[in-house]
């Protein structure tokens, strides 16, 4: 009997043996497992830290092209700062060039005025004089306004000083005196004419 209870002990023992034996030898299985899940979860942290380098250093190349961008930039507009300086500068030394001529010319008028009594020549001289400071005017693109007696009020290129009582009613609304000429430089209006209007 004993003999039998110690059969059934050592199939017990082998069965639980054999029953341990294949849990021992699940085990490893699932340390495998897991070791090729931390192995995946390793390879995923070294993408993601790949991936923030990557964007990283975008990031640092767009500031770089950023900051060259706007010192580009900024460059550029003092350049064109100085040089609309210089042009604007260039342009009132041409024009004061051409008009030295005509204070020379008005300088020798007042010392022939003090000299002579004959006023035909003075008049003669300051008319000389006149034509040439208009012509250089014209060259450098100014124009006088052509108004006269009667003419179209327009607020666009006149400035109404005052009214005047008109006894004539076509007059009346238009033109009756230009107090000061209206002028164009190149088309575009730089003085308003001056008119006195019919009341």
Known sequence: MTKEMDKEKVEKIEVNGDVEIENNSNKPEEETEINIQDENSQDEDSGDDKEIKKLNT???????????????????RRRTAK?????????????????????DDFERGQKALEESEDHKASKEGFDLIYNK??????????????????????TEFHEAISQMPVEKKKLKGKIFDV????YYLDEKVIRFAKVVLGA
Do not use: C, W
């Open 179 to 182: 107090v000061e000429k209206g």
């Open 83 to 103: 040089e609309r300086l210089e042009l604007i500068n260039s342009a009132h030394e041409d024009l004061m060039t051409a008009l030295l001529p005509i204070m």
């Open 133 to 154: 400071f208009s012509n250089i005017l014209k060259m450098k693109g100014l124009k006088p306004m052509e108004d006269k007696k009667g003419a179209e009020f327009n």
């Open 58 to 76: 975008e990031l640092q190349e767009a500031k770089d092209k950023y900051l060259r961008l706007y010192s580009e930039f900024e460059n550029f």
